[in-house]
């Protein structure tokens, strides 16, 4: 039986010699880099004392219950009785504008400072009126609604009913709507400059 004798390892591997170890510098420098990311930050094990907790839990509670500032253009006040007399007609047009009623104002009569009359059609030609009357008691405003042809019909009644609904929940809305104050723009005069004026000065 013949025995082969042992051989030389080989001098040739991939990390023999200088350009093995070359390599395998360049290997471990590479590795970190291949991470993507700064490493994560340890875990905060920091805890409140019960001081600390009720003095934090007060602050928020306290942010928490703090009004919005006012804003920095002033605003009118809001009506006191909730009605805004100069907005009424928009209020009504907006009112009766539904699809359910499909109506619009064609005629506006002021009786008084306190009291308008509106005439209007609805989408068949039907005429209707609606006066609206201001009043010392809630919701600030009287409004009665007739609808033609027959005012006296019950379904004419009804819808009567609802225009009247309709509109003093519109004229409540418009008052809660908030306007810009009332400011005067003050322009000095000024000479206008042009071919013909240009000369005109220095003419003796």
Not at 160 to 170: K, L, N, P
Not at 177 to 196: F, G
């Amino acid at each position: 039986m013949m025995i082969s004798e042992p051989q030389p390892e080989s001098t040739h591997g991939p990390f023999n010699g200088l350009s093995g170890l070359f390599l395998l510098f360049l290997m471990i420098i590479m590795v970190p880099g291949c991470q993507s990311g700064p490493p994560p930050a340890p875990a905060s094990n920091y805890v409140f004392t019960t001081s600390q907790a009720t003095q934090t839990k007060d602050l928020l509670e306290t942010l928490a219950r703090e009004a919005p500032r006012e804003p920095i253009v002033p605003l009118d006040l809001l009506p006191a009785d909730g009605v805004r007399w100069k907005t009424i007609r928009d209020a009504v047009t907006h009112a009766v504008a539904v699809p359910e009623l499909e109506m619009a104002i064609t005629q506006t009569v002021t009786v008084s400072d306190k009291e308008q009359m509106f005439y209007l059609v609805d989408s068949h030609s039907w005429p209707a009126r609606i006066t609206v009357r201001r009043i010392e008691q809630a919701p600030g405003v009287a409004v009665e609604a007739i609808i033609g042809p027959d005012p006296f019909r019950i379904r004419n009644q009804r819808v009567a009913r609802d225009i009247e609904r309709r509109v003093v929940e519109s004229i409540r809305k418009y008052g809660r709507i908030r306007r810009l104050a009332p400011y005067e723009i003050r322009m000095t005069p000024r000479s206008v400059v042009t071919p013909m004026t240009r000369g005109s000065d220095s003419v003796e």
